[in-house]
C-alpha cells in the first residue's frame, strides 16, 4: 500500500541556521508533490509544489527538491527564524482523470526555531 | 486576500445525532473537498466533489456521510449519526486551476 513519511516527528533548529525536512514515499508515483505549513488548530496552508519532471523549486527562502528515482523530497528553510516554527506537511496527489483529486498527506515534521 | 471559511468553529453533539458542518470555498474555485483530522493525526482525505457530484471518497466516507452543494457559494458536510470515533478537527478546501489546495480554518467536532 501506498505510505509517505516524514523522517523526524519534531525537529529544534538554531535560529539562523538552514533547516532541511524530508519526505520519503513508496508505491506511489505522484505526479506532483506539494509541502504545507500547518499552526496548532489551524488549517493547513499551501507552500510550495513540485512536479515530477521538476529538480528543485525556490520561493524566497524556501527550496523543495524531488528526486523521482529515490521517492524523496527535501524541503529546506533557509535564514530560519521563530516565526517559522510550526508542523510540515508533506502531501502527493491522487491524480485521476478529473484532475485535480486528493491530497495524501504525511504526519508531519514539528519544526521549532530556537532564538 | 480570498479564503476559505468554516462555521461552526467548534460543534458539540451526542452520539447519535446529525451534524452539518458549513463551508464557504474561494469563489472561482471549481473543485471543493473534506478532509478530518483526529487528534495528533496527519490529514486524512474524505471526499472530493467536481461539477456538482462527488469525483473520489476515501473508506472514511461510508453511507453516514454525506456533501451538497446547495447554492452557488456552500458546501456542506452532514454525518447522519454521530460516533465517537468522528471526533475530530474537520477542514473543508478548495482548489481552481492550479494543484494547490486552500484550505479552511476547520471545525472541530466534538462527539459525546
Known amino acids: 500500500s501506498q505510505k509517505i513519511e516524514q523522517n523526524s516527528e519534531a525537529l529544534n533548529i538554531q535560529e539562523g541556521k538552514t533547516a532541511t525536512l524530508t519526505c520519503n514515499y513508496t508505491n506511489y508515483s505522484p505526479a506532483y508533490l506539494q509541502w504545507y505549513r500547518q499552526d496548532p488548530g489551524r488549517g493547513p496552508v499551501f507552500l510550495l509544489l513540485?512536479?515530477?519532471?521538476?529538480k528543485e523549486k525556490r520561493k524566497e527562502r524556501l527550496k523543495v527538491t524531488f528526486d523521482t528515482t529515490l521517492k524523496q523530497s527535501l524541503f529546506h528553510i533557509t535564514a530560519s527564524q521563530p516565526a517559522d516554527s510550526a508542523t510540515y506537511l508533506c502531501?502527493?496527489?491522487?491524480?485521476?482523470?478529473?484532475?485535480?483529486?486528493?491530497?495524501?498527506f504525511g504526519t508531519g515534521t514539528r519544526l521549532t526555531i530556537i532564538p | 486576500e480570498p479564503e476559505v471559511t468554516q462555521t461552526p468553529s467548534h460543534q458539540v453533539t451526542q452520539m447519535g445525532q446529525e451534524v452539518i458542518l458549513r463551508c464557504v470555498p474561494i469563489?472561482?474555485?471549481?473543485?471543493f473537498y473534506w478532509y478530518r483530522q483526529i487528534l495528533g493525526q496527519k490529514v486524512e482525505f474524505l471526499v472530493s466533489f467536481y461539477n456538482n457530484e462527488i469525483s473520489e471518497k476515501s473508506e472514511i466516507f461510508d453511507d453516514q456521510f454525506s456533501v451538497e452543494r446547495p447554492d452557488g457559494s456552500n458546501f456542506t458536510l452532514k454525518i447522519r449519526s454521530t460516533k465517537l470515533e468522528d471526533s475530530a478537527m474537520y477542514f473543508c478546501?478548495?482548489?481552481?486551476?492550479?494543484?494547490?489546495?486552500?484550505f479552511g480554518p476547520g471545525t472541530r467536532l466534538t462527539v459525546t
Open positions: 513540485i512536479r515530477e519532471n521538476e
Open positions: 478546501a478548495s482548489s481552481g486551476r492550479g494543484y494547490e489546495q486552500y
Open positions: 502531501a502527493l496527489d491522487g491524480w485521476s482523470s478529473f484532475g485535480n483529486e486528493k491530497l495524501t
Open positions: 469563489s472561482n474555485h471549481l473543485y
